[in-house]
């Protein structure tokens, strides 16, 4: 298994640009997470999706928009990408039923520079 | 003020030393505690998960949550090099509750543990 992976690994945006981030989980979870991570601010959610078919804002929503394509798959977009939106992003999936309730298996991230 | 609060350090300390890591937090309603490691440019990796209050020991790391104070802790024995990572807390509510499957972070604390 592959666990979560992300797409692409790093990448460098012009103010304005648009872009997609991919995650993808094979631990046929039910619930997918986006997160930014600045330093000294730990993990802020962007927003989640509880299940297939359902989206909500997290802590830190503005700017962004995710789409859960199916049951494995959750991108977030830039539709206009700021200086301010620099940062590391982390894809994080959970299920019912895996042993530990909520317990999140992160992937390996993704560092946004926008210049 | 942060729903969790968790002191970002930089923790210094020799190989062989006793880490305490801590963090508090404001919302009584949290029952799940969990500990995750991440290492640098990696993601996140859960490392202990304890369930109201009390302790939970797993080889070198004891995890504690008092929750008459708000308070939980991460003690890691016999520190060692392969120990240096930032360690964040995070919390969630019972099942049921508006907050399913999301966490609550602190910031993160930088540990290096030196030879």
């Known amino acids: 298994n592959a666990g979560v992976t992300q797409t692409p690994k790093f990448q460098v945006l012009k103010t304005g640009q648009s872009m997609t981030l991919q995650c993808a989980q094979d631990?046929?979870?039910?619930?997918m997470y986006w997160y930014r991570q600045d330093p000294g601010m730990g993990l802020r959610l962007i927003y989640y999706?509880?299940?297939?078919?359902?989206?909500d804002k997290g802590e830190v929503p503005n700017g962004y928009n995710v789409s859960r394509l199916n049951k494995r798959e959750f991108s977030l977009r830039l539709e206009s990408a700021a200086p301010s939106q620099t940062s590391v992003y982390f894809c994080?999936?959970?299920?019912?039923?895996?042993?530990?309730?909520?317990?999140?298996?992160f992937g390996p991230g993704t560092r946004l520079t926008v210049l | 003020q942060k729903e969790v609060e968790q002191d970002p350090g930089p923790l210094s300390v020799p190989e062989g030393a006793i880490v305490s890591l801590n963090c508090t937090y404001s919302?009584?309603?949290?029952?799940?505690f969990m500990w995750y490691r991440q290492y640098s440019r990696k993601g996140p990796e859960l490392l202990m998960y304890?369930?109201?209050?009390g302790n939970k020991e797993d080889g070198r790391f004891t995890a504690q949550v008092d929750k008459s104070s708000k308070y939980i802790s991460l003690f890691i024995r016999d520190s060692q090099p392969s120990d240096s990572a930032t360690y964040l807390c995070?919390?969630?509510?019972?099942?049921?509750?508006?907050?399913?499957?999301?966490?609550?972070f602190g910031q993160g604390t930088i540990l290096t543990v030196h030879p």
């Open positions: 999706s509880a299940s297939e078919g359902t989206t």
């Open positions: 304890t369930y109201s209050s």
């Open positions: 919302n009584s309603a949290f029952q799940y």
């Open positions: 994080a999936s959970s299920g019912k039923g895996q042993g530990l309730r909520d317990t999140q298996y």
């Open positions: 995070a919390m969630t509510e019972p099942a049921g509750g508006t907050s399913y499957g999301k966490l609550t």
């Open positions: 631990m046929n979870h039910n619930s």
